[in-house]
């Protein structure tokens, strides 16, 4: 009962809502760039770009969502984007043309950014700050949950159907989770629904002099150009290592999420007792290992381990982030800098087609460059927290 009672019933709703819609998103997504290559017969370059735009998207749309949330209330942006959000992924099933597709990618970028930064905001309100560490912590493993569902639910629907399948079952989860949040917004009056009186141009100027928002914002650019590749090179790369390569990709996405859900705790013990950027820093390093493991595997049991280091890097370095955001925010601009950290996603874009290059140009070497590119985010960060403890 303590538990149930730790957060309000608005703020469960969402992380349940979470696990829901995560598990719908995850029985498709991580598969774009193999239903691009099979089914539309996409080239790995395009692949790269398709699977680009819905980074490039949030990394616009994050800032707008964001401010938007905050100036008109965070019910009807959670509204509105989700129903949108279920005819993109309708879209997706209906959709024979790569150019189309490439648009629904980036509305489903642009549906993100919206929704993220407004649900996280209405948790921040319902949740008193000596809470909001663990809130950040708790969404972190509820989405890692639907990550372990997700992509073996999708491989299963798509071996007894037709591809589109999982697309059509996406749409319908996210479409009932939005009458679900009907009901919750209507039941419980969203607080501190209008807050932000500064015009966008004005809220522009004040973010983007916070010195400290900019240098974790470059330093999450750079991780996220790696983690990129965990959807689209790296699935291409596994698809050309081996025979099965589709099997054991669906497997490595089950052994990430696993792995979260297990180490998460022990590992987060560990990182209390050590500063927030030796954690950051040690997070980076575990992922350089996994992808150079990644890089000169050549089977099933290297290929697992080489995942099971680069969660470890995850777990330490992925679940403060939205934290560290928000404690910098002031109180009438939490979502508006919540939405204003999409622009890492800017990394997302670039990573998938820096990738699909490498791929063609040097599939030896590919995820050798990409640990370089991940190692130099760790002067940005400890700039970003050698001005915080300045």
Not at 184 to 193: G, N, P, R, W
Not at 241 to 266: E, F, H, M
Not at 272 to 300: C, Q
Not at 325 to 354: C, H, W
Request: hydrophobic content about 55%.
């Amino acid at each position: 009962m303590k538990v149930i009672q730790y957060f309000h019933p608005v703020v469960w709703n969402i992380l349940l809502g979470t696990i829901f819609t995560r598990i719908a998103s995850f029985m498709t997504i991580p598969f774009l760039a193999l239903y691009l290559h099979s089914e539309l017969h996409a080239e790995p370059v395009t692949i790269g770009i398709i699977i680009g735009l819905a980074p490039l998207l949030a990394t616009v749309g994050g800032f707008f969502g964001g401010y938007l949330t905050d100036r008109f209330g965070r019910k009807l942006i959670i509204l509105v984007t989700i129903f949108c959000w279920t005819l993109v992924f309708l879209g997706f099933a209906l959709s024979t043309s790569i150019v189309v597709f490439g648009f629904l990618s980036a509305l489903n970028g642009l549906c993100r950014s919206f929704f993220e930064p407004a649900t996280q905001a209405l948790m921040v309100d319902y949740t008193t700050p000596e809470k909001r560490r663990r809130l950040f912590s708790v969404r972190y493993t509820a989405i890692n949950i639907a990550a372990v569902i997700g992509p073996l639910v999708g491989v299963w629907l798509a071996s007894l159907s037709s591809p589109q399948i999982p697309f059509i079952i996406t749409g319908a989860m996210y479409a009932l989770y939005g009458f679900a949040l009907v009901f919750i917004l209507k039941k419980y009056a969203t607080q501190a629904v209008i807050k932000a009186t500064k015009s966008i141009t004005a809220v522009f100027q004040v973010v983007f002099t916070d010195r400290k928002l900019l240098l974790l914002l470059a330093g999450d650019i750079l991780v996220s150009v790696g983690y990129s590749q965990f959807d689209s090179t790296l699935p291409q790369f596994v698809n050309a290592t081996l025979d099965d390569g589709v099997k054991l990709y669906s497997v490595l996405i089950a052994v990430n999420a696993i792995a979260v859900l297990i180490l998460q705790l022990p590992l987060s013990v560990i990182s209390e007792r050590i500063s927030t950027i030796r954690t950051l820093i040690l997070g980076i390093v575990f992922f350089a290992i996994g992808f150079v493991l990644f890089n000169i595997s050549e089977s099933w049991t290297m290929f697992i381990i080489a995942m099971i280091l680069f969660t470890i890097g995850e777990i330490f370095a992925f679940p403060m982030m939205n934290a560290v955001i928000e404690e910098i925010a002031p109180e009438d601009r939490k979502a508006t800098y919540l939405g204003a950290s999409q622009l890492k996603n800017l990394g997302s874009f670039m990573g998938p087609v820096l990738g699909g290059w490498l791929l063609i140009q040097f599939q030896v070497g590919v995820f050798h460059i990409i640990a370089v590119i991940t190692l130099c985010s760790i002067p940005f960060f400890y700039w970003t927290f050698a001005k915080k403890e300045a």
